[in-house]
């Protein structure tokens, strides 16, 4: 897309899934609430998970929810979230940026002790992908590899890594800025438009406190 067109809410969707639950089914009527709150565009999609474990069920879904969601938005940038994200700010800054090339990678820095390396993973937790030739083979791939991985082991994440470096699609990528990443509440930057809560710790909310100190106390060792 030309970085001089500017795109208004019928070029761009935000997309989110959830498993049927009590749980999941109310953490995406909070996040559609919010995007709606911001003026974001979304669709929520339901997925039975079956018999699949939790790990088995993200791997399955989410190359099929990014294709299907390219196949009733046609031309359209879509935004992947997960459902625990939350929102604060508008989005148009993060979907200007995933429309000059075919994906935004998330890119996230490995903690060591509650410290941060230098490594970084790849993270699905916030994505984009325009409407290109290839973003579409690289869904294909990464959906067939993921298709017939029966390692728990290996994640959407490690398989997408994968797709991007071993696969056949030579995708142009940039990356999310952090203020746009879901990154944790306590590791986000200020102002941050997309911060993530994970549903797990929403249910124990003593054990994320006592975490969140944890890391604290490990930044201030590493001043010294």
């Keep these: 897309m030309d970085q001089t067109t500017r795109l208004t809410s019928d070029d761009w969707i935000v997309v989110a899934w959830h498993t049927r639950d009590e749980k999941y089914t109310s953490l995406a009527r909070r996040l559609g609430d919010q995007l709606s709150a911001f003026g974001a565009p979304h669709v929520m999609y339901d997925v039975d998970r079956g018999n699949r474990s939790w790990i088995q069920t993200i791997k399955a879904m989410k190359p099929v929810i990014v294709q299907r969601a390219l196949d009733e938005h046609p031309g359209k940038i879509i935004i992947l979230m997960d459902v625990d994200c939350h929102i604060h700010a508008r989005l148009e800054p993060l979907v200007e940026r995933v429309g000059t090339a075919d994906l935004a990678i998330n890119l996230m820095r490995k903690r060591k002790r509650g410290l941060t390396s230098g490594n970084c993973y790849v993270t699905t937790r916030v994505m984009g992908f325009n409407d290109t030739a290839r973003t579409k083979a690289l869904l294909q791939y990464w959906g067939r590899i993921c298709r017939t991985s029966v390692d728990d082991g290996e994640t959407e994440e490690t398989l997408l890594a994968h797709a991007i470096t071993e696969g056949p699609c030579n995708v142009h990528m940039v990356t999310v800025p952090a203020a746009y990443g879901g990154l944790e509440t306590h590791d986000a930057p200020p102002r941050a438009a997309i911060t993530h809560v994970s549903a797990n710790a929403e249910t124990h909310p ?16 590493s001043t010294l």
Aim: charged fraction near 40%.
């Design 206 to 221: 003593a054990w994320k406190h006592f975490e969140q100190r944890i890391r604290i106390g490990f930044r201030k060792l």
